[in-house]
C-alpha cells in the first residue's frame, strides 16, 4: 500500500533524470503507472464488500503520533479507482494532446506527483499525513495550473489557486491539531471512537469551522469558488483531471470522510446545506452566462460541488447515497466534457460557445462521446445521471418542513447543469458547420478513446446499477453513513412525484437550451457586476495588505542609518523607560560607596569636559585629541581600580587609535554642519534620555548583591591548577582559552579586511553607474 | 616628524621597546601583562620607528610581511591549545614542564598560547597599521 | 565615586547616542567609541571597585590572602577593548574608503539602496 501510494513521487522524482534519455517513450511508459495502480485497487473490490475496512501502518515519527498509516474502506476506494482510473485515461489524452511539447515530461512529472498525493489524502488514516498530502495537491496543482509559464494570466491564476488552497489547508491543520487535542489521536480510526467526546466539546465549533474552511477553498465552494474558474488556463488533461474528477473532490471527500465523525449536528448540517446551497445556484446561474466552454464547465463544476456539500449536509441516508452516486456519476460525465472541451479545441482552436456548430459531420466518435456526456449530466433516463438524480430528489422530498425549498433550489441547480452540459456536450456537434472549422478533422484514437469509455462507463452503470451496486456503491454509502442498511438502486421508480420532478427538470433545461442562445453580450453584461464579486474582494483586500506592507517598509527601512538607530533605541528607551516608571526603588548603601578622593575629580572633571569637547566641535583635530583624553581618563580609572592589565591595554589601544585617526581622517574633507538645530535638539534629547536611564539601570544593577563564585574559584584556582598567579591573564590564557582563540580570530579577520580594503582597486567610476 | 632627535631617540626605543614587550609577554602569568598588551607594546614600536624613518625601512627590519605573523601565531595558540589532545588529555587542558626555567619560571602550554595571541596582535595591528600608512 | 563613574557611564552613553546619529561619518565612528568605553567602564564598574589590589597574587604565595579585585570583568573588558580596537579601525579604514571612492563624509548621500545602483 505504501509502495502504491509513493510509486507517483518515485516517478517524478525520476523524470528530470531519466527522461532525456527516452523522451519517444514517454507517452507509453507514463500511463502504465496509473493503469497498474488501478488494476491493484480494482482488486480491492472483493475484499472491501466483506470486511468494513483495512488498515495499513508504517511508522514514521512516533514520538508526535504522527504515522504513514493506510485506511481502505468503501469511501476512500472509490476515490482511488476515480483517481486512478480517470489518471490512466488523462495520462493517455495528454500523449497525444501535449504531442512534441517542449515540456512534456516534466508535465508528466507533476501529474504523477499530483495523483501520488491525491491518493495520499483519500488513503491517509494519520490525520497529519493526510494534510501533508492535501498542501502537496495544492502545489502540484500549482505547477500544473501555471504549466504556460510565459503566459502571466496562468501564473496568476496559479497564485491565486496556491493561496486560497494554501490558505484552507492552513485553517485545516489547525482544525487537526484541536481535533487532535480534543479526541487525543491524529488516527482518524481512533477518532471515530470518541466521537462523542469530540461532538460535545467545547472547542467542537472550532473544529468544524476550520476544516469547512479547508473543504470549502479546496472544493470551491462559495465565497472560495473564484480559483477555479481561474484555474482552467492550465492544459485541459490538467483541467478535467485536477479541477473537475478528483482534486477539488478532496473538500468533498474530507466532510463525507468526517460526516460519521463529526456530523449530525445542527451547526454541521446548517452550514454545510448553507454554503453548498449558495454555491450550486449561484455557480448554476454564472454557468449559462458563460460562452467559453471551459469557463461554462468550470462552473458548472462548481455548481455540482455545491450539490454535493448540499447533499452531505442534509446528511439522511438517502442524500448521502445520493452523494456517494453522485460522485462517480460526475467525474464520469464531467470529465468526458472537460476531454471532448479539449479535443474541441485542440482541433478547431476555438471554444466559443457561440460560434461551434455542426462538427459531428467531422468528429462522429467525440460527437458520441459528447451527447453520452450530456445526457448523463442532464440526467436522462438510462444513465448514471438520472439515478443519481432521482436519489436526490427523492433526499430532499423527505425533508418535511424543508423539503419543498430545498427541492426548488435543487430544480434549479439540475436546470442550469443541464443547459451547462447541452451547450458543452450537444451544441457544438449539431447544426451547420462553419466555414472557419473546414480544418478539423478527427483527432488521433488516443484522444477520443478515453471520452468515449466514460460514456460508456455512464451508461453501462445506468442501464444495469447493479453492477455496482453491491460491490461499490454500498461500501461507499456505509463508510459516509456509518449505517449498514442494505440499499438498492433501480432504473425505474414507477410514476410518483420524483419522476414527475426529473420531467420537469429535463423540460425546463431543454426550453431553455432551445430558447437561450449562448452569446458574448451576455456575458459581457455579467462582468459589471465584477466588483461587488468575492473574488474581488478578497483581491482587493489582499491588494491593501500589500499597499499597507510597502508603506509600512518605506517608512521604516528608508535607508537612513540614524533613523533605524533612532527607531531602535526609542523603542528601548520607551519600554526601559515604561518599566522604571513602574516602581523600581533605589536604596544607595552608603557603606557600599567608596570614598572620592581629589585626584579621582580631576579625571573626573576632565573626562566630563572632553566628552562635551568631542561632541560640540566642529574640529577634527579636537574632536580626536578629546576622544583620546577620554581614553586615557578610563585608563586612569582601570589604574586606580586595581586593574593594571586593563590599564596597560586601554592605554596602547588608545595611542594605536589616536595614531590611526590622525593618519587617516585629517585627509577628508572639512567637517560640515549637516544637521539644523531642530535634529540636533531632537537627537539631544533622545541621547540624553538614552543616558540617563543607562545611569539608572546600572545603579539598579549595581545594587544588586553581586555573586562572585566564578571569580572566586578562578582566583582560588589560580596557582593550584594553572599555576598562575595573574587571575586575568589565568582566566584569559587558561580558564578561557578558548574565547580568546576566537578572539585573536576576529583580530585576524579584522586585519584582513582592512588589508583588502586599502589595497583592493576600487575603480572610482563605479559610483557613477 | 623626521626630525633628528626623533630619529636618534627611535633607534634606541625600538629594541628598548621590543625587549619590554617581550617582558611583558612572559611575566603575564605572574604579573600584570601578557600577549595582548605584549603584542599592542611590539606594535607601538615599530610604528614609532616608521613615523621615524619611514615605512620602507621598517619593513626592511622586520624582513618578513607582519601579515605572516598572524597565521604562525594561530597555529601557536591551536596547536597550544590542542597539543594535550594527543597524549589524551582534554583540549585546552594546562601542561607544564616540570623543571623550571631561568627567568621565564615555569613553562607550560599557556606560555604558548600567550606566545601565539602575542604574535597575533602583531601582525593585525602591523598590517592594519602599515597598510593605511602605505596609501595615505 | 561609584556614583560619579555611574554619571560618566551615562555620559558617555548619550554622547555616543548622539554622535552616532549625527549625518557625518567620522562623527558616528566617534560615537561609535565612546559606546564601546561606556561599555566597558559599565562592566568594570558592576564588578565592585577596589582600590589597589590587583587580582595578582604576591610572589610565592599559592592562594590569596586578602581581598582583590574581580578579575572576571577584568577579562571580559580586556577582551572587548582588543576586539572594540579591531571594529574602530576596520571602521576607520571604511571611512576612508568610502571618501575615496564617492568623495563624501555624509551619511545621507549613501543611502541609495543596491537596487537603485
Redesign the interface.
Known amino acids: 500500500m505504501l509502495i502504491a501510494v509513493i510509486l507517483g513521487f518515485i516517478f517524478a522524482l525520476l523524470v528530470p533524470f531519466f527522461s532525456r534519455f527516452f523522451k519517444k517513450a514517454i507517452p507509453f511508459i507514463f500511463p502504465i503507472l496509473p493503469i497498474s495502480l488501478f488494476i491493484y485497487f480494482v482488486g480491492f473490490l472483493g475484499e472491501i464488500k466483506s470486511a468494513a475496512h483495512q488498515l495499513y501502518r508504517y511508522e514514521w515519527v512516533p514520538s508526535i503520533g504522527v504515522d504513514l498509516s493506510f485506511r481502505l474502506d468503501g469511501l476512500s476506494l472509490l476515490f482511488a479507482l476515480m483517481i486512478t482510473g480517470i489518471g490512466a485515461l488523462v495520462f493517455v489524452y495528454t500523449a497525444n494532446y501535449l504531442k512534441d511539447h517542449e515540456y512534456l515530461d516534466r508535465f508528466y512529472g507533476y501529474l504523477s506527483m499530483f495523483m501520488a498525493s491525491m491518493l495520499g489524502v483519500v488513503l491517509s488514516d494519520n490525520l497529519m499525513t493526510m494534510f501533508i498530502f492535501w498542501e502537496l495537491t495544492s502545489i502540484s496543482s500549482y505547477f500544473l495550473i501555471g504549466f504556460n509559464n510565459n503566459d502571466p494570466a496562468s501564473r496568476k491564476s496559479a497564485l491565486t489557486a496556491l493561496s486560497i488552497t494554501g490558505f484552507g489547508g492552513l485553517a485545516m491543520l489547525s482544525g487537526i491539531v484541536i481535533l487532535q487535542s480534543v479526541g487525543g489521536s491524529y488516527s482518524f480510526t481512533e477518532l471515530l471512537n470518541s466521537s462523542e467526546v469530540i461532538k460535545s466539546s467545547s472547542s467542537y465549533g472550532w473544529i468544524i469551522a476550520l476544516l469547512f474552511i479547508g473543504a470549502f477553498t479546496k472544493s470551491a465552494q462559495f465565497p472560495f469558488h473564484f480559483w477555479l474558474p481561474g484555474a482552467m488556463k492550465a492544459p485541459t488533461p490538467v483541467s478535467t483531471y485536477l479541477h473537475s474528477a478528483t482534486m477539488v473532490k478532496a473538500g468533498i471527500y474530507l466532510l463525507a470522510r468526517f460526516t460519521p465523525l463529526l456530523g449530525d449536528t445542527f451547526w454541521w448540517n446548517g452550514t454545510l446545506v448553507t454554503v453548498g446551497a449558495i454555491t450550486m445556484v449561484y455557480a448554476a446561474i454564472h454557468s449559462v452566462f458563460r460562452v467559453d466552454l471551459k469557463s461554462i464547465l468550470a462552473y458548472s463544476t462548481i455548481s455540482a460541488l455545491g450539490i454535493l456539500v448540499f447533499l452531505i449536509g442534509i446528511g439522511t441516508e438517502k442524500a448521502l447515497l445520493g452523494a456517494g452516486i453522485f460522485i462517480l456519476a460526475h467525474a464520469l460525465y464531467k470529465a468526458a466534457l472537460f476531454l471532448i472541451t479539449g479535443i474541441i479545441d485542440h482541433e478547431t482552436g476555438s471554444r466559443d460557445v457561440s460560434k461551434l456548430a455542426g462538427l459531428q459531420q467531422v468528429m462522429m466518435p467525440v460527437a458520441i462521446a459528447g451527447f453520452i456526456a450530456a445526457l448523463s449530466s442532464a440526467g436522462v433516463p438510462f444513465l448514471l445521471g438520472f439515478i443519481s438524480k432521482e436519489v436526490m430528489y427523492e433526499a430532499t422530498l423527505d425533508l418535511g418542513q424543508w423539503a419543498i425549498i430545498l427541492t426548488v433550489l435543487l430544480v434549479l441547480t439540475k436546470v442550469g447543469i443541464l443547459v451547462a452540459g447541452f451547450w458543452a456536450g450537444i451544441k457544438p456537434f449539431i447544426g451547420n458547420l462553419p466555414s472557419e472549422f473546414n480544418k478539423a478533422h478527427l483527432p488521433s484514437p488516443l484522444l477520443w478513446f478515453p471520452p468515449l469509455l466514460l460514456g460508456v462507463l455512464s451508461l453501462g452503470f445506468g442501464i444495469f446499477p447493479s453492477l455496482m451496486t453491491e460491490s461499490l456503491i454500498q461500501p461507499v454509502f456505509s463508510s459516509m453513513s456509518g449505517a449498514d442498511t442494505v440499499i438498492q438502486l433501480k432504473l425505474w421508480h414507477g410514476f410518483n412525484l420524483v419522476l414527475l420532478l426529473s420531467v420537469l427538470t429535463l423540460v425546463t433545461g431543454g426550453l431553455l437550451y432551445w430558447f437561450l442562445i449562448p452569446s458574448e453580450a451576455r456575458f459581457q453584461k455579467t462582468l459589471r457586476y465584477e466588483s461587488i464579486s468575492p473574488q474581488n474582494i478578497i483581491e482587493g483586500g489582499s491588494n491593501l495588505f500589500g499597499h499597507f506592507a510597502r508603506i509600512w517598509t518605506k517608512f521604516f527601512q528608508?535607508?537612513?542609518?540614524?533613523n533605524y538607530?533612532?527607531t531602535i533605541?526609542a523603542f528601548l528607551t520607551l519600554l526601559m523607560s515604561f518599566r522604571l516608571f513602574g516602581g523600581v526603588n533605589i536604596h544607595?548603601d552608603w557603606d557600599?560607596?567608596?570614598?572620592?578622593s581629589s585626584y579621582?575629580?580631576i579625571v573626573?572633571v576632565l573626562?566630563?569636559i572632553s566628552?562635551?569637547f568631542?561632541?560640540t566641535t566642529n574640529s577634527?583635530t579636537v574632536?580626536i585629541v578629546a576622544?583620546g583624553v577620554?581614553?586615557f581618563a578610563?585608563c586612569l580609572?582601570?589604574v586606580?581600580?586595581?586593574?593594571?592589565?586593563?590599564a596597560?591595554?586601554?592605554f596602547?589601544?588608545d595611542?594605536?587609535?589616536v595614531?590611526?585617526?590622525m593618519?587617516?581622517?585629517l585627509?577628508?574633507?572639512k567637517?560640515?554642519s549637516?544637521?539644523s538645530k531642530g535634529m540636533k535638539i531632537r537627537?539631544?534629547v533622545?541621547?540624553?534620555l538614552?543616558?540617563?536611564l543607562?545611569?539608572i539601570l546600572?545603579?539598579e544593577?549595581?545594587e544588586e548583591p553581586?555573586s562572585?563564585e566564578?571569580?572566586k574559584y578562578?582566583?582560588?584556582n589560580?596557582?593550584?591548577?594553572?599555576?598562575?598567579?595573574?587571575?586575568?591573564?589565568?582566566?584569559?590564557?587558561?580558564y578561557?582559552?578558548?574565547?580568546?582563540?576566537v578572539?585573536?580570530?576576529?583580530?585576524?579577520?579584522?586585519?584582513?579586511?582592512?588589508?583588502s580594503?586599502?589595497?583592493l582597486d576600487?575603480n572610482?567610476s563605479?559610483?557613477d553607474? | 616628524m623626521k626630525s633628528l632627535i626623533f630619529k636618534t631617540a627611535s633607534t634606541y626605543l625600538l629594541p628598548l621597546l621590543l625587549l619590554f614587550s617581550i617582558f611583558?609577554l612572559l611575566r603575564?602569568?605572574?604579573?600584570?601583562?601578557?600577549?595582548?598588551?605584549g603584542g599592542?607594546?611590539a606594535?607601538?614600536a615599530f610604528?614609532i620607528h616608521s613615523f621615524a624613518f619611514g615605512l620602507k625601512e621598517t619593513q626592511h627590519i622586520i624582513r618578513i610581511n607582519p601579515?605572516f605573523l598572524?597565521p604562525i601565531?594561530?597555529v601557536l595558540?591551536?596547536g597550544a591549545?590542542v597539543a594535550p589532545f594527543f597524549i589524551g588529555a582534554p583540549v585546552?587542558k594546562?601542561l607544564?614542564f616540570e623543571e623550571q626555567f631561568r627567568f621565564i619560571g615555569?613553562v607550560?602550554s599557556?606560555l604558548f598560547?600567550?606566545v601565539?595571541?602575542y604574535l597575533?596582535?602583531i601582525?593585525?595591528?602591523l598590517?592594519?597599521?602599515f597598510?593605511?600608512?602605505?596609501?595615505? | 565615586?561609584?556614583?560619579?563613574?555611574?554619571?560618566?557611564?551615562?555620559?558617555?552613553?548619550?554622547?555616543g547616542?548622539?554622535?552616532?546619529?549625527?549625518?557625518?561619518m567620522?562623527?558616528?565612528i566617534?560615537g561609535l567609541?565612546?559606546l564601546g568605553?561606556?561599555a566597558?567602564?559599565?562592566i568594570?564598574?558592576?564588578?565592585?571597585?577596589?582600590?589597589?589590589?590587583?587580582?595578582?597574587?604576591?610572589?610565592g604565595?599559592?592562594?590569596?590572602t586578602d581581598i582583590?579585585?574581580?578579575?572576571?570583568p577584568?577579562?571580559l573588558?580586556?577582551?572587548a577593548?582588543?576586539?572594540?580596537?579591531?571594529?574602530?579601525?576596520?571602521a576607520?579604514?571604511?571611512?576612508?574608503?568610502v571618501?575615496?571612492?564617492?568623495?563624501?563624509?555624509?551619511?545621507?548621500e549613501l543611502?541609495?539602496?543596491d537596487e537603485e545602483?
Open positions: 528608508n535607508g537612513y542609518l540614524r538607530v533612532i533605541l544607595l557600599q560607596i567608596s570614598p572620592v579621582e575629580i573626573v573626562m566630563i566628552i562635551l568631542a561632541i577634527r574632536a576622544l577620554v581614553g578610563n580609572f582601570f586606580f581600580y586595581s586593574a593594571p592589565d586593563l596597560m591595554t586601554q596602547s589601544i595611542t594605536l587609535t595614531l590611526l585617526f593618519l587617516v581622517l585627509k577628508l574633507p567637517n560640515r549637516f544637521s537627537d539631544a533622545l541621547s540624553l538614552f543616558g540617563v543607562i545611569a546600572t545603579l544593577v549595581f553581586s562572585s566564578i571569580s578562578y582566583a582560588d589560580a596557582y593550584i591548577l594553572a599555576k598562575g598567579r595573574n587571575v586575568v591573564n589565568v582566566i584569559l590564557v587558561d578561557r582559552g578558548f574565547d580568546t582563540m578572539e585573536t580570530v576576529v583580530l585576524v579577520i579584522a586585519a584582513v579586511g582592512v588589508y580594503l586599502m589595497k576600487l572610482p563605479k559610483k553607474s | 611583558i603575564g602569568h605572574y604579573l600584570p601583562g601578557g600577549g595582548f598588551v599592542l607594546m606594535s607601538i610604528l601579515g598572524m601565531g594561530l595558540a591551536v591549545a585546552l594546562g607544564w615555569i607550560g599557556a598560547f600567550d601565539g595571541v597575533v596582535v601582525g593585525a595591528t598590517t592594519i597599521m597598510s593605511i600608512t602605505d596609501t595615505v | 565615586m561609584e556614583i560619579l563613574l555611574i554619571i560618566i557611564i551615562g555620559l558617555l552613553h548619550a554622547g547616542l548622539y554622535m552616532l546619529l549625527r549625518r557625518s567620522f562623527k558616528m566617534i567609541i565612546f568605553n561606556g566597558n567602564l559599565l568594570f564598574l558592576l564588578g565592585r571597585l577596589v582600590k589597589g589590589k590587583p587580582p595578582v597574587m604576591e610572589d604565595m599559592k592562594v590569596f582583590y579585585a574581580d578579575p572576571v577584568q577579562a573588558v580586556l577582551t577593548i582588543v576586539i572594540g580596537f579591531g571594529l574602530q579601525s576596520f576607520i579604514i571604511l571611512i576612508k574608503r571618501y575615496k571612492v564617492l568623495q563624501t563624509d555624509d551619511l545621507d543611502n541609495s539602496t545602483i
